[in-house]
């Protein structure tokens, strides 16, 4: 009896061992799943293809590094200029709207950057409204900027990826003590001399890093800069791909670039350095507001109007204008409703698989995390959630070289032991998108799961765990009941990023399955702007579902912000 007792305790220990193996070793999996595409892609560049480079080099490289750079700066001086600068506006000063500016000016951020650029390019480019009728008052000669240029791509990408400095600018502005504030006045500092000496160094990580997003958003659009005429890299990858029809080259490419956004990632965090940016753990008096008189109020009024008119009213009301107007024709309304229907029933039904699949990996991700807290588990979990630091572009290279992998040992193994070749599996097909934006987007659907895991107390766990339960079973009634509202929302948020997710898409997307975007670009490059709004704006419509995520999180992160 005792010995069949101790067989039986053995063996339950086992289990519990094994399980607990199980779920230590499933973070390094998903890390896997992320890595292994990049580490193939990094490993094109020690055998490169010298004639493919010397091809690259004479041709467009040099051209695409110098557009690139140009573009980062470009992005990286607009975003943080306007991002901090209205971020303390309406921190720091009342004036007429700013309580309406203090939430509208996130709106941008529902805009993709390639639905702002081909709306741009309608309103501004040569034959637009705009420099017609200039041309119509002023006369034919008139000299008029060109919007096709690399600094209307600049100015457009400027505009719409803003909100990033801005909102994580707004909430650091926010948490700083009004103390501090006040006794830099008392030392004599003018309210700017404070922003900038005091302020603006205090928010110095949240900067840095809205700024971070901002370029890498930037980086890896391709549409925006195709449409105003000025080659990046990103784009480059795309055009080697598609227009010369040379993946080998194009794959290649994407490794070098796959530096360019690393090194950003990099810079980032040497910028942070070691400093540490402290503020009072208890609630502090937040920097007291300013009701501007005069001139002054009106100047911070019509400039609030200006950029949110120019990043969001703009967009909007062009493509809620084309819309009408192409659904007031009956015979174009019935075409275009045949073919929307097919392009929504893909795209949501893309996204909706993408977002399960991505909240269930990162589910076991996080479950996996708190069970193995050591550093062997962060540093999987870290490497997991890098693809949204990745390019598109660069991450469909990466997943390429990865199926195409998998299809050729599945064929050989096939051939040796059956003598069937089944040809293709992975490689063309709807896998490989998915895995594409699993890997890309697995950084937001684990941000929203894992913030909801940590509010769960661990005596909870502890509590099911000493009445037997496995870990499987208190994932499944102790945690799921709890974090479901993180893992809708983390739904949600990656449901939206793969609707708006274009290089990927363009990419990897087998025959028969593009989506809304595609269709977008692929009408906006054929200068069909009116054809192209309904597409886009049912992309911006869905697309205010993070934006509303995000005020909403930012009325809980800074109670009495609106005062």
């Known amino acids: 009896m005792e010995l069949s007792s101790s067989l039986s305790t053995v063996r339950a220990r086992r289990a519990t061992a094994a399980r607990r193996l199980l779920w230590s070793t499933l973070p390094v999996m998903v890390a896997a799943m992320v890595v292994v595409p990049m580490v193939l892609l990094v490993a094109r560049l020690l055998h490169p293809t010298g004639e493919v480079w010397a091809q690259l080099w004479g041709t467009i490289l040099p051209e695409m590094i110098r557009n690139t750079l140009l573009l980062m700066l470009g992005v990286a001086v607009i975003t943080l200029a306007l991002g901090s600068g209205l971020a303390w506006l309406v921190t720091a000063y009342r004036f007429p709207g700013s309580r309406i500016f203090d939430w509208a000016l996130i709106l941008p951020l529902a805009v993709p950057t390639y639905v702002m650029g081909f709306v741009y390019m309608a309103t501004f480019d040569f034959a637009g409204p705009v420099q017609t009728t200039l041309r119509a008052w ?5 000299a008029l900027p060109n919007i096709r240029s690399g600094g209307g791509a600049i100015l457009v990408m400027g505009l719409t990826l803003y909100p990033y400095v801005y909102f994580l600018a707004r909430a650091a502005f926010r948490e700083q003590s009004s103390s501090t504030f006040d006794a830099a006045r008392a030392m004599g500092y003018t309210r700017l001399q404070t922003f900038f000496r005091l302020v603006l160094p205090l928010a110095r990580p949240s900067l840095v890093a809205g700024v971070t997003l901002a370029l890498l958003e930037a980086m890896t659009d391709f549409a925006t800069v195709r449409f105003f005429n000025f080659r990046t890299m990103s784009e480059g990858i795309v055009h080697v791909w598609q227009g010369m029809m040379n993946r080998d080259a194009a794959i290649e490419l994407s ?17 942070r350095g070691r400093a540490r940016y402290y503020q009072p753990g208890r609630r502090t008096r937040q920097i007291t507001r300013v009701t501007l008189v005069g001139w002054r109020k009106w100047a911070a009024t019509a400039t609030c109007t200006a950029i949110f008119g120019a990043a969001f009213l703009l967009p909007a009301a062009r493509l ?21 229907l097919g392009y929504v029933v893909r795209t949501f039904a893309l996204a909706a698989t993408a977002a399960v699949i991505a909240v269930l990996i990162a589910l076991i991700l996080a479950q996996g995390t ?67 934006y699993v890997v890309r987007f697995m950084a937001v659907a684990y941000n929203s799961v894992e913030s909801s895991m940590v509010k769960v107390t661990p005596n909870m766990e502890e509590a099911a765990r000493t009445l037997g339960a496995t870990p499987g079973r208190v994932m499944w009634r102790v945690h799921l009941p709890l974090i479901k509202v993180g893992m809708a929302a983390g739904a949600a948020l990656v449901f939206v990023d793969v609707m708006k997710e274009l290089p990927a898409t363009i990419l990897l ?5 593009e989506t809304l975007s595609m269709w977008t670009y692929m009408l906006a490059a054929e200068s069909l702007w009116e054809s192209a709004a309904l597409p886009s704006l049912t992309i911006v419509i869905v697309g205010l579902i993070p934006v509303m995520l995000l005020m909403r999180v930012g009325r809980m992160a800074t109670p009495g912000g609106n005062q």
Not at 138 to 142: E, L, V, Y
Not at 404 to 429: H, K, Q, Y
Not at 509 to 513: N, T, V
Request: hydrophobic share 55%.
């Open 138 to 142: 002023f006369g034919a000669d008139i």
């Open 370 to 436: 708190r069970m193995n807290t050591g550093r062997f588990g962060r540093a999987a979990t870290r490497l997991a959630t890098m693809g949204y630091a990745l390019p598109g572009a660069v991450i469909a290279a990466g997943v390429l070289i990865t199926v195409a992998i998998i299809d050729r040992t599945v064929m050989s193994a096939s051939e040796s032991l059956f003598g069937i070749n089944p040809g293709l599996l992975l490689t063309g097909s709807i896998v490989g998108l998915l895995y594409a």
């Open 320 to 340: 809620v204008s084309w819309t009408v107007g192409d659904l007031s024709n009956v015979a174009t309304a019935n075409v275009l409703k045949t073919v929307y």
């Open 509 to 513: 997307a087998p025959f028969g399955m």
């Open 255 to 271: 490794a070098l670039f796959l530096f360019f956004a690393l090194t950003i990632v990099i810079v980032e965090r040497l910028l």
